[in-house]
Each structure stands twice: as structure tokens, then as C-alpha cells.
């Protein structure tokens, strides 16, 4: 079983950037796909980007399209999501998970679980 661990979120101006990584061990992880999910205080998990496991599929959600970059390093068992021009809409808790593929973009599709790094974003 893969365990996910999140790290990198921190606070940020607006207009900022931040680095996620998203370690995993076990050794399947190269057969998993990654998708980052966020959460905000009061509102329901939202789908951020995925990545297939060889890491040319990548889809992103609307809010986060041109301003996010995933990507993985499958040597490294990691999975990185970029932000640039951070808002402060972006602030919420993010997690990163493990699937079948990263067609889903829903959480119940996600079988593997981070505990989560807190961005906060201020204006």
C-alpha cells in the first residue's frame, strides 16, 4: 500500500509562488495516478489537477489552468504541483492522492490519501 505525505505549503502574497511535493513510498507508486485536491474552510473537496503514471496525461481544473504545473518524478517516488499568481481564493488545505487514472475528478475515485499542507494565500 502507498502512503502519501504532502509538504511545501506555507504563506504567500499574493501573486506568489509555492512548490508542493507529494512523497510516496511503497514501491507501486509508479503504477498510480496523482491528483491534488484542495479544501477551504466550509466548502467541499475540489479537484485541482492529475497526472498519469508516466506523467504526460495531466489535467487541471478551470480555476488553476496556466497558473499550476504538475508533474512527477517516479525515481524520486514524487509528485510535484507548481502555483504561480497565487490568489487569494487558492487558500485551502491541499492533499494529494493516489488512483486508478487521472481521468477522475472526484474524490471518492481517489483510493490513497495525504494528510494535507495548508497554503494560505493574503491579499
Known amino acids: 500500500q502507498v502512503q502519501l505525505v504532502e509538504s511545501g505549503g506555507g504563506l504567500v502574497q499574493a501573486g506568489g509562488s509555492l512548490r508542493l511535493t507529494c512523497s510516496a513510498s511503497?514501491?507501486?507508486?509508479?503504477?498510480?495516478?496523482v491528483a491534488w485536491f484542495r479544501q477551504a474552510p466550509g466548502k467541499e473537496r475540489e479537484f485541482v489537477a492529475s497526472i498519469g503514471w508516466g506523467g504526460v496525461i495531466r489535467y487541471y481544473s478551470d480555476s488553476v489552468k496556466g497558473r499550476f504545473t504538475i508533474s512527477r518524478d517516479n525515481a524520486k517516488n514524487t509528485v510535484y504541483l507548481e502555483m504561480h499568481n497565487l490568489k487569494p481564493d487558492d487558500t485551502a488545505v491541499y492533499h494529494c492522492?493516489?488512483?486508478?487514472?487521472?481521468?477522475?475528478?472526484?474524490?471518492?475515485?481517489?483510493?490513497?490519501w495525504g494528510r494535507g499542507t495548508q497554503v494560505t494565500v493574503s491579499s
Open positions: 492522492a493516489g488512483g486508478d487514472t487521472a481521468l477522475n475528478r472526484e474524490a471518492h475515485e481517489y483510493d490513497v
Open positions: 511503497g514501491r507501486t507508486f509508479s503504477r498510480y495516478a
